[in-house]
């Protein structure tokens, strides 16, 4: 039986971010598929009972860390490969994220085969001081230098990656995230828009973590810039160490600007199901599984001009130019979102599932072990 570690999430299924998000995801279906392999998930969240120590056939290992930003991750990751080192001999470490694989040449020095998947150039975002940027900075570094393989969720960071480190340049794999919701069944929750105080096509909807790079101020900006507004404006997600930009985003809330929060399963896929509207106004992503989620739904979508979002296929319609606030409040003033609706992109979305997504991992993995 091959085993494989993962580090990088902090904590799997009910935890808002990317790499949870991944990893919520993803795992399962290697284990569906590849059954034979052992997969030991680190967290750093603790368990509330033995049942939690289990997800879907994975083992979650809890290993405790320092809760302070810039610091959280580094020691978590340190004491989660001394952990495996010590107690589980995996084939394969796998870290996700840029900041784990800090440690890659550790990994590679205890004899594992190891894989970081890169999700984003993280320390391009303004919250990192110069300390952590160069922590950031140099986890790339050894990813590419130290790493047996290098996954990019878009091509977009394979070629800048190619650019940067051309060296190891056959390292480098494309794969990008699932990200779909299952939409089969058309979700109407009446209870579920109640709760939130919504009507079914009345509403604009942005989803995601509040952070200073997703640009929410600038969204909102935008949309108190009309006087009468047609649609109200629901903004899903928290902060995870923001809170001074949470807390100024947060001072907006009205009747008309409403703020529901991290929301996950039927909760989720009722808020994409129900919008009029889509938007990201994002300034940087590595791939951006919120909309790949909301081309799930078949909804209008209207996005930021950057490379991952380009990958997604959607008509020059549907892009506008980053930080430019006229630009999305031009959207945001329409009556008709008919035209930010594409189903050619939802085609090429739908050939994107999860399950191949673990088909491609466990082919990877196959050929390190």
């Not at 991944?22 to 049942?51: G, H, M």
């Not at 290992?61 to 320092?66: C, D, F, H, S, V």
């Not at 779909?180 to 939130?196: A, G, Y």
């Not at 430019?324 to 979102?337: G, K, N, P």
Request: contains cysteine; positive net charge; hydrophobic residues 40%.
């Amino acid at each position: 039986m091959s085993k494989v570690c993962v580090v990088g999430a902090r904590n799997v299924p009910d935890f808002i971010g990317g790499i949870e998000t991944v990893c919520a995801k993803l795992y399962p279906e290697l284990k569906n598929i590849v059954p034979e392999y052992d997969f030991t998930l680190f967290t750093r969240v603790k368990p509330k009972s033995k049942a939690e120590e289990n997800f879907a056939g994975l083992k979650l290992k809890y290993i405790p860390t320092i809760d302070i930003s810039g610091l959280e991750t580094t020691f978590h990751t340190l004491l989660s490969i001394l952990y495996a080192r010590l107690f589980i001999h995996p084939k394969i470490m796998h870290l996700h994220g840029i900041g784990p694989a800090f440690f890659a040449p550790l990994s590679r020095l205890f004899g594992f085969k190891t894989v970081v998947t890169h999700h984003a150039v993280d320390y391009q975002r303004p919250k990192w001081g110069g300390v952590g940027r160069a922590f950031l900075v140099k986890g790339e570094r050894n990813a590419c230098r130290y790493s047996h393989r290098v996954i990019c969720v878009s091509q977009a960071i394979k070629d800048d990656l190619g650019v940067r480190f051309a060296r190891n340049a056959e390292r480098y794999v494309t794969i990008r995230n699932g990200g779909s919701l299952d939409f089969h069944q058309h979700v109407d929750s009446p209870e579920i828009m109640h709760t939130f105080g919504l009507s079914r096509g009345k509403y604009i909807l942005a989803v995601g973590r509040l952070e200073q790079t997703k640009a929410y101020h600038e969204l909102i900006s935008a949309y108190q810039r009309i006087e009468q507004p047609k649609y109200k404006l629901v903004i899903c997600g928290v902060g995870i160490h923001a809170e001074q930009y949470v807390k100024d985003l947060t001072a907006s809330a009205s009747e008309n600007i409403i703020f529901v929060g991290f929301q996950n399963g039927e909760r989720l896929k009722t808020l994409y199901a129900n919008t009029a509207l889509f938007i990201h106004t994002s300034h940087m992503e590595g791939f951006c599984l919120v909309v790949s989620e909301a081309l799930s739904a078949k909804v209008p979508i209207a996005l930021t001009d950057i490379p991952p979002h380009r990958e997604f296929k959607l008509p020059e319609a549907c892009i506008f130019p980053v930080g430019d606030i006229e630009a999305i409040e031009t959207i945001l003033r329409q009556d008709d979102f008919s035209e930010y609706q594409s189903l050619e992109a939802f085609e090429h979305q739908c050939q994107n599932t999860w399950l191949v997504c673990a088909e491609k991992h466990k082919a990877l993995y196959h050929g390190l072990v």
